[in-house]
Nanobody, 116 residues
Framework: QVQLVESGGGLVQPGGSLGLSCTAS????????MGWYRQAPGKQRELVGR???????TYADSVKGRVTVSTDNAWNKVFLQMNSLKPEDTAVYYC??????????WGEGTLVTVSS
């Protein structure tokens, strides 16, 4: 199993920046893809961005150019750097890890609120 714990959420003004981190533990050698999703009130959970062990990244069109997903060398942390934040970026942000075999693990989420 893989355990994921997010940190770094909070209140930020429109146009501001915020960085999230997610610490993974457990059977990390089985992880080949990690990323971030978000869920706004009344909406479905959606992809923000993800990265695989080959270094390839994928971003949602709504955040492309404003966010960066990265990991540390040991692949036990995944980061989300968000810039030029908008009120519509307000959501609970979830860390996600995919292991060989297709099992998906989720963190409990961290709230990001973009408001003046």
């Amino acid at each position: 199993q893989v355990q994921l714990v997010e940190s770094g959420g909070g209140l930020v003004q429109p146009g501001g920046s915020l960085g999230l981190s997610c610490t993974a533990s457990g059977r990390l050698f089985t992880v080949y893809d990690m990323g971030w999703y978000r869920q706004a009130p009344g909406k479905q959970r959606e992809l923000v961005g993800r990265i695989n062990k080959g270094g390839s990244t994928t971003y949602a069109d709504s955040v492309k150019g404003r966010v960066t997903v990265s990991t540390d060398n040991a692949w036990n942390k995944v980061f989300l750097q968000m810039n030029s934040l908008k009120p519509e970026d307000t959501a609970v942000y979830y860390c996600n890890a995919v292991v060989y075999g297709g099992i998906i693990y989720w963190g409990e989420g961290t709230l990001v609120t973009v408001s003046s």
